[in-house]
């Protein structure tokens, strides 16, 4: 089988995790157990867990001048991700303080850094959106970066999978662009002012979506097609901070392969249960024997 061209625009952050045995309240000074320093962002991430899970993923985005943007790029590229465009710009690197409880659970504080600095698409960068299979996004780099992103791949028939998080308000030149939304609750909610009581309620901005709901399964909701609801797989919980990011890469990988999607958001549920049972986003996530360990 051909390995399907991903393309992920997006952020990289340093990921700082410390656990402790739970999330300090305001002003309280805790003792942790356990630090770690990672690659993280969710572009870099659905980029790994888009290469681990079998996809040929070229990763666009920027990094700092800083030695975290030197760490970054080789960790990303010992990855198996192609880095060759990735811009390094003056000044620091995105960075994320993840705090993580013994349940799993987390609290995550990022400064965006070079993410901000992602604007003014070149043509390099759309030559590679154009040739893609599937064309990754997120919203942690500037908004109209996305949406030149995606103007580009819809133009080109490169298919769209937009994961709107963090949660904004989205223009309709961007929604009208995407092909699958992947969303949480708290994302659809401020999207469409609904979530797991009504996931159809998306079909309002878009043709297809997916709603991720951890513990609770997932559902995927289509125009004119049936609302399917996809167990979550019970695996023990170690840290669920990359679990949305390994299920959006991939679910992009399982697509550009030509699974139909309901096959798809099956599979890329297993990998989300194979991420969270290892400590730290980027390590984190699982590689295309062990989704398929899981798949059911």
């Known amino acids: 089988m051909r390995r399907p061209r991903i393309v992920v625009v997006g952020s990289a952050n340093m990921d700082l995790v410390a656990t402790a045995p739970r999330l300090p309240s305001p002003g309280e000074t805790l003792l942790g157990s356990d630090f770690v320093m990672v690659p993280g962002g969710k572009g870099a991430n659905q980029a790994i867990a888009a290469a681990r899970a079998g996809g040929d993923c070229v990763f666009l985005g920027a990094v700092g001048s800083d030695s975290f943007g030197v760490t970054l790029t080789g960790r990303i590229a010992r990855s198996g991700v192609d880095t060759s465009q990735l811009r390094v710009v003056y000044g620091p690197s995105g960075v994320a303080v993840v705090m993580v ?10 400064t965006p850094g070079a993410n901000s600095a992602f604007d003014g698409l070149t043509e390099p960068e759309l030559a590679a959106i154009r040739s893609a299979d599937v064309l990754v ?19 080109a028939g490169t298919r769209v999978v937009l994961n709107a998080a963090p949660a904004r308000p989205l223009p ?3 929604l009208d662009a995407v092909d699958l939304l992947v969303v949480n609750d708290t994302e659809a909610r ?3 002012g609904a979530g797991s009581e009504d996931p159809t309620a998306l079909l309002t901005v878009v043709s297809r979506a ?6 609770q399964g997932a559902w995927f909701v289509e125009r004119d097609g049936p609302t399917c609801h ?12 990359a679990a949305g990011d390994a299920f959006t890469g ?6 550009g392969e030509g699974r139909d999607l309901l096959a798809a958001v099956r599979w890329a549920s297993a990998a989300g ?24």
């Open 137 to 155: 996004a997120q919203l942690e780099i500037p908004l109209d970066t996305v949406v030149a992103a995606a103007s580009a791949a819809r133009a």
């Open 101 to 110: 409880n013994q349940a799993g659970e987390n609290a995550i504080v990022v």
């Open 273 to 296: 249960a194979a991420c969270v049972r290892r400590l730290g986003a980027s390590v984190s996530l699982p590689d295309r024997a062990e989704i398929d360990a899981l798949a059911v």
């Open 210 to 215: 997916v709603l991720t709901l951890g513990v």
């Open 172 to 174: 309709a030149e961007l």
């Open 250 to 255: 991939a679910l992009a990988v399982a697509w």
């Open 190 to 192: 401020a999207l469409v």
């Open 230 to 241: 996809v167990p979550a797989i019970a695996v023990e919980t170690v840290d669920s901070t």
